[in-house]
């Protein structure tokens, strides 16, 4: 080879180098949207999140990540809990007596090597689990909620009939509180007993974070004594909030703090069922909503069209809002009478 075809062979290999560099950058309009919705604009620089954590990516997902969802209660009997620092998005509402229990939401990458403990289902939160088709684990449930599970848009991942992926600690706790998982048993049986379809749903918009120079911290009463009453203090240095319940951090196995990005508090219709205190909660239709983001507190509107539709917060513009990346928690509360906030 001479030396001008070595320049022209170099020159040409220069060329195609650029082009691919161009087609990985640089996607063309007409093919659509990546898996975490973010349209796709011709010639424009693609912004690439995660679909559940908003985190920044360099690269699109190949696929949805699948959901996974865990009942875990939240009752003195069952302190300390382990879990809930490893969740994208917990929701937390009342059960019998008000007392609070949570719904924990965890993406396939999460590390979690013990959840729990794991308890049983009610109708709300099938709903606030059905917007991702998750796998939904539970031990038994509420008459309601049974029924509900044989149509909802949601794996139904019963104890009762799956123990191989539960575990109970009787060494040093006593039923009903004692039932616990791992993320991992959980996957290997989407995987291998449920063999679950691609998953196919839409989100929240994210945003990066970024401190307001407000500081702003978050009080809520939850009417059943102050055990259960609740705290999201902001720490303006790392625009995050820790979580207190019943005036202390240390709620976990572990000693690990709960922290979030974004805490929503929704309000919504409650309506006791039964001499047992279950209850129902309103899952869809609007209601009024607090955010607590980058140290401000902000008036929305929550908003659940159906029960596989995302639940969204919208502004006073009537535009959807951005959610911080990171971790979110939902409190829903029966007034938003029962919140307070401090700070600068």
């Known amino acids: 080879m001479n030396k001008k075809t070595a320049i022209t062979f170099a020159t040409c290999a220069l060329v195609i180098a650029v082009f691919v560099i161009a087609v990985v950058i640089y996607r063309p309009s007409e093919l659509g949207k990546t898996p975490s919705g973010s349209p796709i604009a011709g010639g424009e620089l693609l912004e690439v999140r995660n679909p559940l954590t908003g985190v920044r990516l360099e690269v699109p997902l190949a696929e949805l990540p699948q959901v996974t969802a865990v009942m875990v209660e939240n009752s003195a009997d069952a302190w300390p809990l382990v879990g809930l620092d490893q969740a994208f998005l917990v929701i937390e509402a009342p059960v019998e007596g008000m007392i609070p229990r949570f719904e924990l939401f965890f993406a396939p990458d999460a590390v979690v090597p013990k959840i729990g403990p794991v308890r049983s289902a009610r109708p709300y939160y099938i709903d606030w689990a059905a917007q991702f088709g998750a796998l939904y684990a539970h031990v038994g449930g509420s008459p309601e909620a049974l029924n509900k599970l044989k149509t909802a848009n949601v794996y139904n991942f019963d104890q009762f009939f799956n123990g191989d992926y539960f575990y109970r600690n009787t060494a040093t706790r006593n039923a009903p509180h004692n039932v616990y998982t791992t993320l991992t048993d959980l996957l290997d049986a989407e995987v291998n007993v449920l063999e679950m379809p691609e998953p196919s749903y839409t989100f929240w918009q994210f945003k990066d974070g970024a401190a307001s120079g407000q500081a702003h911290s978050l ?73 607590a983001q980058d140290g401000r507190i902000i008036a929305a509107t929550w908003s659940k069209e159906n029960e596989t539709a995302p639940l969204l917060f919208i502004d006073d513009a009537g535009q959807e809002m951005k959610i911080n990346a990171g971790k979110t928690w939902i409190e829903v509360v029966p007034s938003l009478g029962q919140v307070t906030w401090s700070g600068e």
Do not use: F
Request: proline share 0%.
């Open 219 to 291: 009080t809520i009463d939850w009417t059943v004594g102050g055990a259960y009453d609740m705290a999201w203090e902001y720490d303006a240095t790392l625009n995050i909030y820790l979580r207190q319940q019943g005036g202390t951090a240390r709620l976990l196995e572990d000693g690990a703090d709960i922290v979030a990005n974004n805490v929503v508090v929704m309000e919504s219709d409650m309506v006791v069922l039964d001499d047992k205190g279950r209850r129902s909660i309103r899952t869809i239709g609007t209601g009024a909503a607090l955010i």
